[in-house]
């Protein structure tokens, strides 16, 4: 008998405990479900801008290559501001820059480089932005400005840092400078034996050297 007294009590503390307890339960759940839809959602969206983004950048190297510089500024422009937030609004800057210093509108080449270094989230690429920002720095004539940049972290580019590094100090008539960049950079190669990769960069920086061994032969 204590136990079908038991079972009634018992039903009727969760009657209590539901009565009391339901709304929170519903709550929870309707926020659990909204979250899961939330997140499947952002991540729909965020795809689908991703893939947006990359055809529109397509669109943008196709139209550089035909030389469609105009068209292809105003994809680099919706590119900023609508998909800033995506890698290829960077890539799209980069490749912009490119034209523009074939085209020799090094100002406009500036303004793309500076936009994508600020806006580059791969710590990777960040150098790469900076050593093409200095080459432009360099050719509007302000070499101080350029060699600022290439005293920041060269990441994997040490060499190509060092060459431009030891071009400038060469133009301003500072040889010992440039002999000791050109000789650093030689040094960053790693191995530059013939048939490597490294090796016609190798004789390249060579060739810098030797038009410098009255410096060479000072210093010895």
Known sequence: MSTHYDDEAQVEDLRRWWKENWLALAVGLGLGLGAIFGWE???NRKNQTRAEASQLFEELKKAVSAKKFDEAGRMGDRLVAEFESTPYAVAGAMKLAQAAVEESKLDAARS????AGAHADDAALKPLIQLRLARVLWQQGKPGDAM???DAEAGS???????LRGDIKLAEGDRPAALAAYTKAVASLGDATTGTANAPIADALQKKIDDLADVAAVKS
């Not at 793309?112 to 936009?115: C, G, K, Q």
């Open 157 to 163: 580019y040490v060499v190509l840092y060092e060459e």
């Open 112 to 115: 793309r480089l500076e936009w």
């Open 41 to 43: 959602y952002y991540q």
């Open 148 to 150: 600022k940049l290439l």
